[in-house]
Every structure is written in C-alpha cells, then in structure tokens.
Nanobody, 124 residues
Framework: VQLQASGGGLVQAGGSLSVSCAAS????????MGWFRQAPGKEREFIAA????????EYADSVKGRFTISRNNAKNTVSLQMNSLKPEDTAVYYC??????????????????WGQGTQVTVSS
C-alpha cells in the first residue's frame, strides 16, 4: 500500500490543525493505521492508532484528549485532528499501516508501510 500524507503547516499555540493520509494500492480496510511524529534530534514517537473499522483507537498520553484519529474506508483515508496544539507538538508527522491483527501496536516496528511525512509547526 502507498501512503501520502498532507495537511501540515504552521499554527499558533492553542490552535487546531488536521493532517490526512491517502492510501492506494491495496484494500485499505485490511490495515490498522497509525500516526507517528519525529521532532529534530528525537526518536520517532507513537501518537495514535485506529483499527480496521474505526471501532478501536489508541493514543499516546501526550496527546490524549487533544488529538483524534479517524478513518474513512470508502475514501481510503485516515486523519488526525489536532486541537489545543502546543509548541512541543512541532514535528514531522507520519502515517503508517500495519496488517497486525491482534490489538493496536504502539510502536513503529509492526507498521510495515509509511507515508513520506508532513511538517507541523506550532509557534508560541
């Protein structure tokens, strides 16, 4: 599956931004999807994941209550709505896909397919 992320940009602290990821090449609903981010000099960090039908989600503690992951299997897209953004949310955001069937992974290793990343910058 090929993944194309979009929607990043510059926003002030406290603002909102949505990033999306379009999938192509294989049956989108066969994948659980995740979002990760990587800030300069830091390791890639798990943000959120959603199962194949949207019935299950997982969030990192750092974004719980502020970010919402969703998917539209008819449009082959997964989105991340980000509210109450903080400067520490500044990073390149990546979408990823996994066929792992048991639970929702919170680490990068089970995600076989990755998008190219989109920059999110939150100014103070």
């Amino acid at each position: 599956v090929q993944l194309q992320a979009s929607g990043g940009g510059l926003v002030q602290a406290g603002g909102s931004l949505s990033v999306s990821c379009a999938a192509s090449g294989r049956t989108f609903s066969s994948f659980s999807m995740g979002w990760f981010r990587q800030a300069p000099g830091k390791e890639r960090e798990f943000i959120a994941a959603i199962n194949w039908n949207g019935g299950g989600t997982e969030y990192a503690d750092s974004v719980k209550g502020r970010f919402t992951i969703s998917r539209n299997n008819a449009k082959n897209t997964v989105s991340l709505q980000m509210n109450s953004l903080k400067p520490e949310d500044t990073a390149v955001y990546y979408c990823a896909a996994t066929t792992q069937g048991l639970g929702l992974p919170r680490t990068a290793a089970p995600f076989r397919y990755w998008g190219q990343g989109t920059q999110v910058t939150v100014s103070s």
